[in-house]
């Protein structure tokens, strides 16, 4: 599912910029990959994608190791 329309970044390719690239804000993702940069209409749902996917990587950091 497209995030932002006007650049063509999928959900995705956010997660991916997130998770590989240590993304972890709008400003970042602009910058990355040009997302959001455009109408500004993407902005609240990209923003959420993003807080989204940092909040289940710390969710995992704190799992414990498996024996
Ligand atoms: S939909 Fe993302 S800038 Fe327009």
Do not use: W
Request: proline fraction near 1%.
């Amino acid at each position: 599912m497209y995030a932002c329309i006007c650049k063509n970044v999928t959900e995705r390719q956010v997660r991916e910029a997130v998770v590989q690239h240590g993304v972890c804000s709008l400003r970042g993702l602009r910058k990355h990959m040009d997302a959001c940069s455009q109408c500004g209409k993407c902005a609240a749902d990209v923003h959420a994608v993003i807080r989204d996917t940092l909040a289940e990587q710390a969710a995992f950091a704190q799992q414990p190791a498996a024996a």
